[in-house]
């Protein structure tokens, strides 16, 4: 009985500062989950690129956060919403994770952002381009980063619509992004007063592509357009020029990540448009920043999401410092409220929906002889405010944001 | 434009003509397979693997040795060959009289190891291989284009396989390898050095699968994925062949480009499935496959 006693006075003085320090930072520490491709398809665009990203952040801002360090773990989603989710629940049960960085693949981001919002946790979405996370599906725990379809769609379809092409063909991912991009770039198309001549459905890893290019060649199209991404891309890309498509047709890739312009022939991808969250090359920060990241990775250059990890971290970290707790809400409202400028983000600020609106890049891929090094890959023909880029609030229907913006 | 039932002749003819040219990879992929299975009895899980390492072959000797594309083709699968017959006299044959759970286990394993290193090295976005100069260009038949490099990635393997089948089934070196792996103690017995000939099939077996990547490399992203993403249609293919069946594997591999590509035109989105529908109905109706001989 006397040893009841003894213990329920330890558990509830355990309890007691546990509670006192949860009004500052809960465990002693903060903790930021990346979660990201480690080996497949898009490791490149996330991987081990975004965890020496959000650990360069962490470094950069100075390791400890209100006194308390900051930790880093990364974990391997294999590309499949049940490993993402089953590992963000571990994380936030288990290992308290306070927030998480990366996502990639819509499918997967979809997964984790609903176990997230359920713990009342921030997400970081940094590699995802479906815009239902700041739309229909949206919450007030998503933080959505780097891109999203509505500002590819934007900045690539609509000038091209305009300026005469009028008919376009879909080469489209078969899964939750593919069907986004598609549908978006269609919507821009039509209001633009061109016309959808029809869409093919290419299973994610596709070896090969030239039965749909046949098919989107035989529809009489000006544009075909890539609704797909990574390696999905370029062997698209690869295959529409083999077989003498690109001298008669435009191709427009829809989301082209540096690694995948890299992996092209420029004699093929020379001159294509397309639209970026981010270049490396762009101006004096982003190079300052781009070369620390290439000395810690074998100099590789960064893509989009690698900029966009560093700068969701730091300004998370920037949002725990204002509100004095890793409390997700305070952190969130303090996020919202403070605006997002930095080598990645200009102009920049987190909307009440969670859409952190940018400045885009519309660049054009460089032919082989106006590069000067391998690495030397796009030219900024424009740059898209980002309040033309992205879709405006009213337009998502994001009913808790637009309850806040009536307030 | 000509069309039938609303289908667009012109469209269709070069969905098969695609098909045709996807086919002769499964055949030649597939035909190292059936070699290995049928004669050594190794489900070898590491052929995608070795498949892959024959196009990153192509691109390292290209860029950092000089061998151009010819070159590769010949030097390439030597070298993955080479590579295989180490893993079978280090690996394998240590295991070769246990269940064939061990040697699928085994070379799964290898697969794997190869596919993270070669991530590792080289990232997952992929490595640009040009087409060679002699096989620039194309034909403008009157229902598509064809390009030079895809005609002759048809001709070109469908004479490997050709020779091989050739070889195995109808030469004396053939019959011995045959007949090694039927009664191994009574070949040795008139002489035969049968270990050396189970090496030298792996490597032979191996050596397509590497002859199969540097065929691929212009064409298709060299990348650490490619194989696996190619492997298990190519099991497929073995199995509605009939394990073990070389010509069987052969013709499915073709036929099975063109069911593919047929897929691809009339219902894309079950293209990647219906080689395993395809799969399904044989096991059930033919269950050694369709040119399996054991019942």
């Known amino acids: ?72 773990v990364y974990a391997d989603t294999q590309l499949k919403p049940d490993v993402g989710s089953t590992i963000a629940r571990t994380w936030i049960e288990d290992e308290q994770v306070d927030v998480i960085n990366g996502a990639v693949a819509s499918s997967v981001t979809g997964a984790v952002t609903k176990v997230m919002t359920a713990a009342e946790k921030i997400t970081l979405i940094t590699a995802s381009a479906s815009h239902a996370f700041t739309t229909k599906a949206c919450s007030p725990f998503n933080a959505h980063w780097t891109y999203d379809v509505v500002s590819l769609a934007n900045g690539t379809v609509k000038p091209m619509v305009q300026s005469g092409k009028q008919k376009w063909f879909f080469i489209t991912a078969d899964y939750a992004f593919g069907h986004a991009l598609e549908s978006v770039a269609s919507g821009v198309i039509k209001e633009n007063g061109g016309e959808v001549l029809g869409a093919v459905r290419a299973p994610l890893g596709t070896t090969d592509f030239s039965s749909y290019i046949l098919q989107a060649q035989s529809a009489g199209a000006d544009v075909i357009a890539l609704a797909n991404a990574g390696t999905d891309m ?7 020029a083999e077989f003498g498509v690109t001298d008669m047709v435009d191709v427009a890739g829809l ?32 190079r300052e920043w781009s070369e620390r990241y290439m000395a810690r990775m074998d100099g590789k250059i960064p893509a989009m999401p690698h900029a966009g990890a560093y700068s969701s971290t730091i300004h998370y970290l920037k949002a725990v410092e204002a509100a004095g707790t890793d409390d997700s809400k305070a ?15 200009r102009n920049g600020y987190l ?35 980002g309040d033309e880029a992205f879709l405006p609030l009213e337009a998502g229907g994001c009913e808790f944001a637009m309850a806040m913006a009536k307030k | 434009m000509a069309t039938i039932f609303g289908i667009n002749l012109f469209a269709l003819f070069g969905q098969l003509l695609v098909g045709l040219i996807n086919g002769s990879f499964y055949a030649l992929l597939a035909l190292g397979l059936a070699i290995i299975f049928g004669l050594l009895k190794i489900i070898n899980f590491s052929h995608g ?20 594309y010819w070159w590769a083709l010949v030097l390439v699968p030597i070298a993955v060959g080479a590579l295989g017959i180490l893993l079978e006299r280090t ?18 394993g290898i697969a794997l190891i190869l596919q993270g290193l070669f991530t590792h090295w080289f990232g997952s976005s992929g490595m640009p291989y040009a087409i060679p100069e002699e096989l620039k260009g194309g034909t403008r038949l009157p229902f598509m284009y064809l390009p030079d490099y895809r005609a002759w990635i048809i001709v070109f393997s469908l004479s490997v396989c050709a020779v091989t089948w050739y070889i195995i089934e109808k030469t004396k070196l053939g019959a011995y390898l045959r007949a090694g792996t039927e009664n191994p103690q009574l070949m040795q017995a008139f002489g035969i050095n049968v270990p050396l000939i189970v090496t030298l099939t792996y490597g032979f077996g191996v050596g397509l699968a590497g002859l199969a990547g540097v065929l691929a490399a212009p064409v298709y992203s060299v990348s650490p994925e490619m194989g696996s993403n190619i492997l298990i249609v190519v099991f497929a293919i073995v199995v509605i062949g009939g394990m073990g069946s070389i010509g069987g594997a052969i013709l499915t591999g073709l036929a099975m480009g063109v069911v593919e590509g047929l897929t691809k035109y009339f219902y894309p989105e079950a293209s990647t499935t219906v080689i395993f529908l395809v799969m399904v109905l044989v096991l059930l109706t033919k269950p050694a496959g369709l040119f399996g001989k054991e019942a």
């Open chain 1, 1 to 72: 009985m006397k040893l009841m006693r003894k213990t329920l006075i330890a558990s509830a003085l355990i309890a007691a500062t546990g509670a006192a320090q949860a009004a500052e930072i809960s465990d002693g520490k903060v903790k930021i989950g990346v979660l990201g491709d480690m080996g497949g398809v898009y490791a490149d665009i996330s991987g081990q690129g975004s965890v020496e990203a959000v650990k360069m952040a962490v470094e950069d801002f100075g390791g400890t956060v209100l006194g308390k360090p900051i930790e880093v």
């Open chain 1, 255 to 286: 989301l082209v990540f540096t690694p995948n312009a890299q992996a092209l022939d420029p004699a093929i991808a020379g001159g294509m448009k397309l639209t970026t969250g981010f270049y490396w090359d762009m101006d004096e920060k982003t």
């Open chain 1, 234 to 240: 370029v062997n698209s890309l690869k295959t529409a």
């Open chain 2, 49 to 68: 693997a070795l498949y892959m390492l024959g196009a990153f072959g192509a691109y390292l000797g290209l860029n950092y040795l000089g061998i151009d």
């Open chain 1, 331 to 345: 952190v969130m409202a303090k996020m919202k409220e403070m605006p997002v400028e930095d080598f990645f983000s």
């Open chain 2, 91 to 108: 690996l394998i044959r240590p295991i070769a009289n246990e269940d064939h759970l061990y040697s699928l286990l085994l070379t799964f």
């Open chain 1, 351 to 385: 909307r009440a929906d969670g859409r952190m609106v940018h400045d885009m890049l519309q660049v054009r891929i460089k032919n082989a002889d106006e590069r000067s090094s391998d690495n030397d890959i796009f030219a900024i023909e424009k740059v898209i405010p």
